[in-house]
């Protein structure tokens, strides 16, 4: 892909359905679960910049080693986690609009959230395959029809709704309101897809 992909990793989750740890620092498969998506979203080498909202310092501490490795993070605080995920969003997306890029090429913002602990690089790639100008990009089930929603990989041209979610809102707001803009792309495997929500989902995955 040529086009211009601005990664945005969602970080700054409350995690409340795991009790009082912080989900993201707990260990899954060998490191902590955040890790997981920051290593696949380096490693993959496609993506413009990468853009790390989060509102724990331990949780910034991680993307801060990868910063120290050269890769193009960018660590942005969110100081309102309590606005829900569309203050990220909105964050993550105003960061890739200050950054300058080749005139003549589409721009996409990729959407992470960092508790899916088996998504794979061959899944990214299938949907970052997909895009085309104008559309909305995520990924379903072999099995089933049902969309799971992240990750997600909106164009450009929805930069301005991207920005004005209200609190609570979600992306997935924009996919209603433009449903002919949305491809749905078919995940061979739906275990990549599966959030850890709670400590029974960390334990079934593991």
Do not use: W
Not at 62 to 82: C, D, F, K, M, Q
Not at 86 to 98: F, H, K, W, Y
Not at 184 to 196: G, H, K, R, S, Y
């Amino acid at each position: 892909m040529t086009d211009t992909v601005f990664a945005i990793l969602l970080a700054a989750g409350y995690s409340r359905r795991f009790g009082d740890r912080n989900k993201l620092l707990t260990s899954f498969r060998g490191k902590p679960l955040v890790r997981h998506t920051l290593d696949l979203v380096c490693g993959m080498g496609c993506f413009e910049r990468i853009f790390f909202i989060y509102a724990d310092e331990e949780v910034a501490a991680l993307a801060r080693e990868h910063i120290a490795a050269g890769h193009p993070v960018t660590a942005i605080y969110n100081p309102s986690p309590e606005k829900g995920q569309g203050e990220s969003v909105r964050l993550g997306t105003a960061a890739a609009n200050d950054v300058e890029v080749s005139g003549g090429t589409a721009t996409y913002y990729f959407f992470f959230p960092c508790d899916q602990g088996l998504l794979d690089a061959a899944t990214v790639r299938l949907l970052l395959n997909a895009a085309q100008p104008g559309c909305i990009v995520e990924p379903s089930c072999s099995h089933s029809l049902v969309s799971h929603g992240s990750p997600s990989l909106f164009s450009a041209v929805f930069r301005d709704e991207l920005l004005s979610l209200a609190p609570g809102e979600q992306p997935r707001l924009l996919k209603s309101r433009h449903p002919a803009a949305v491809i749905q792309v078919t995940v061979p495997n739906p275990a990549v897809l599966e959030d850890i929500d709670t400590p029974a989902d960390l334990e079934r995955l593991e």
